[in-house]
């Protein structure tokens, strides 16, 4: 089980930009998937971004139509980190945002809630129009 903690959501305008962290626990950090999904009041929660290691140099990063071209995932492995920068936000992008990891093994470019075994708390994001 890897133990994950969200910070960096709050207010923000139209077209503005924020940037989440996601600071993760445990040895295997490197060798999971991890992604960021979000949850609209009222709404189902949805995937919007993955990265894992692609077998090259860089890590494999893959995203939501919906956030295409706005946001950017990343990763620090030496610490323990997983970035996700937001800009040109949308009123539409208002939602919890929740970190979450894979706990071992995973699939090339996975995107399903089951895929991914820990979770964070999530981090509010509002953005007003």
């Known amino acids: 089980q890897v133990h994950l903690v969200e910070s960096g959501g709050g207010l923000v305008q139209a077209g503005g930009s924020l940037r989440l962290s996601c600071a993760a626990s445990g040895r295997t950090f490197s060798s999971n998937a991890m992604g960021w999904f979000r949850q609209a009041p009222g709404k189902e929660r949805e995937f919007v971004a993955g990265?894992?290691?692609?077998?090259?140099?860089?890590?494999?990063?893959y995203y939501a139509d919906s956030v295409q071209g706005r946001f950017t995932i990343s990763r620090d492995n030496a610490k323990n980190t997983v970035y996700l920068q937001m800009n040109s936000l949308k009123p539409e992008d208002t939602a919890v945002y929740y970190c979450?990891?894979?706990?071992?093994?995973?699939?090339?470019?996975?995107?399903?809630?089951?895929?991914?075994?820990?979770w964070g708390q999530g981090t509010q994001v509002t953005v007003s129009s």
């Open positions: 979450a990891s894979s706990s071992g093994t995973y699939y090339w470019g996975q995107r399903a809630q089951t895929d991914f075994g820990s």
């Open positions: 990265i894992h290691w692609s077998g090259g140099i860089a890590p494999y990063a």
